[in-house]
C-alpha cells in the first residue's frame, strides 16, 4: 500500500520559509482535519499507516513521518538564517538510498504501474549506489525560468 510505503522509511524535510508569519497563518487550516492533533510548533496528523507532522521553528518548515527523525530535524536547525549560495544543496547517503530503492519488487510494479521507474532504477543503479559513498549537490534558478543544478557523486576506488 503506498501509505506502508512511505512509513517505511523514516524521514524529515526542512525548508526555509520567507514569510514566518504567513507560514503559520497558511497552516493554520490543518486544525481542522480529522485525526489533526497540535503541537507547541505545528501539526501532528494522523493518516493511515502512521502520522504526520507539520512543524515550524522561526523560518523553518519541517514535514516528517517520524517523531524522533523530526526531532532531530527541528534540533538541527539553526536558530537564525542565513543568505544562501543556492536555492538548494543536499546530501544523499546512497546506501541508504539503494536500500529504500530495493523496497520495490516486481510485485507492486504489477500492481502500481507508477512504480516501473523507481524498480528500474533500483536494478540498474541500486548495486552502484550501495557501494557509492555518497551523494552532494545544488539546484538554482537560471535566467528565463530556466533551472541549474550539479551533483557530485563519489564512487569507491576502483580494485
Known sequence: APGARFFAVKQALAAEVKDAAAMKSALAPLGTLP?????????ALAVKGGTVQVRQKGKHLVVGND??????????????????????????DPKLLARGLSQVSLADVLSDENLAA?????????????????????????????HRFFFDWTLPESK
Do not use: C, H, N, Y
Not at 35 to 43: F, S, V
Open 35 to 43: 485525526g489533526a492533533k497540535a503541537l507547541e510548533d505545528g501539526w
Open 67 to 92: 517523531d524522533a527523525v523530526t526531532q532531530a530535524t527541528l534540533a538541527a536547525l539553526p536558530e537564525t538564517t542565513a543568505k544562501l549560495e543556492r536555492a538548494a544543496d543536499f546530501t544523499l
Open 118 to 146: 523507481m524498480f528500474a532504477v533500483s536494478s540498474e543503479l541500486g548495486p552502484l549506489l550501495a557501494r557509492s559513498e555518497r551523494i552532494t549537490g545544488w539546484l538554482d534558478s537560471a535566467p528565463g525560468g530556466a
